[in-house]
Every structure is written in structure tokens, then in C-alpha cells.
């Protein structure tokens, strides 16, 4: 049974991490309410399919809004998604291609899903290493012995797959 140290521990970082990600909602709307134009807000949400994107790039660029605050809400939104892992970042991408062509919106997709997936593991790491520890130490254990006995062929597997064009059959049989 977890002691009373881990208890605590981990109410901790229940709290916390609704504390960080209710901070954060109100940031992203804060940020979203002072940078669009009112008639964007109208459309706004988070797009889910293909309609939806185009619907949402209409109001992006039909309205009178900066093309900087679109980036900075752009920004932040893809950020927020990918920090707290949420669905939506795929067609955010693919709005962000709408917006600023291939090339660009690639770096910029980049920059925020690296930057909102290290703020992701980060959040994990120090924030859900007690609630792991506590509900799945067992697994974890058992996970490891079996990733330790066959390491070797893991390396193998992860070599294999970096090869360009290599025979995925290899991999999976």
C-alpha cells in the first residue's frame, strides 16, 4: 500500500497539474480574446475536419486581423495541444499550411510541436512519475526485465527501421 509520503506526493501533483493546465486555459483565452477581431471569434473552435479548416482560414484572412496575432494565437493554441497532448494538432497543421505555405508553416509546426511535447514530457516527468510509482510500479518492473532480455534485438529492430527504404517485413516478422 502507498505510504503516507507518496499520498501526499501524489494529491500534489494532481493539483498541480490542474492548477498549470487551468492557468493555461485562461492564457489561451486571454491570448485568443485580445488578438482576433470579434467577427474570428465567431468561427472559432477547433478544427476537426477539412470544412472546418477552410471555414476557419475564411475568417483568418478575410477579417481585419493582424498577421501577427494570428501567428502569436496560431502559436500558442498548437502549443497548448501538444503540452497537454489533446486532439486538434493535426488539422492546426494543416491550417497552418493554409496560412503561410508549406515551407513556413513546416518550421512553425515543427517549433510548436517540439516545444509543446517537451513541455508535455516535462509536465509527465515531474508531475506523474508519483501516480506511476503508486498504480503501475508492478508493470513498470516487469516492463523493464522484458525490454532488458531482449535488448539486443531491440538495437537490431531500431537499426533496421533507420535504413532508407529497408523491408518493413524484416521489421515485423
Not at 32 to 38: A, E, F, G, P, R
Not at 51 to 56: A, R, S
Not at 130 to 155: A, G, T
Amino acid at each position: 500500500m502507498a505510504t503516507k509520503s507518496l499520498k501526499t506526493s501524489i494529491i500534489t501533483s494532481v493539483i498541480s497539474l490542474g492548477i498549470i493546465f487551468t492557468l493555461s486555459t485562461e492564457i489561451i483565452y486571454l491570448i485568443l480574446n485580445t488578438y482576433l477581431s470579434k467577427e474570428v471569434k465567431n468561427f472559432l473552435k477547433f478544427p476537426r475536419t477539412l470544412k472546418d479548416v477552410k471555414i476557419l482560414y475564411d475568417a483568418l484572412t478575410g477579417h481585419e486581423n493582424n498577421n501577427i496575432h494570428v501567428l502569436i494565437c496560431y502559436v500558442a493554441t498548437y502549443i497548448f495541444l501538444q503540452s497537454f497532448s489533446l486532439p486538434g494538432s493535426v488539422m492546426l497543421s494543416v491550417l497552418g499550411g493554409t496560412l503561410w505555405g508549406s515551407w513556413n508553416a513546416l518550421i512553425l509546426v515543427s517549433f510548436c510541436s517540439g516545444t509543446g511535447s517537451t513541455i508535455c514530457y516535462l509536465l509527465s516527468y515531474y508531475l506523474g512519475q508519483p501516480i506511476i510509482q503508486n498504480y503501475l510500479s508492478e508493470r513498470m518492473e516487469r516492463w523493464n526485465e522484458k525490454v532488458c532480455n531482449i535488448f539486443d534485438e531491440l538495437i537490431i529492430y531500431i537499426l533496421i527501421s533507420l535504413i532508407p527504404f529497408s523491408n518493413q517485413t524484416l521489421i515485423i516478422s
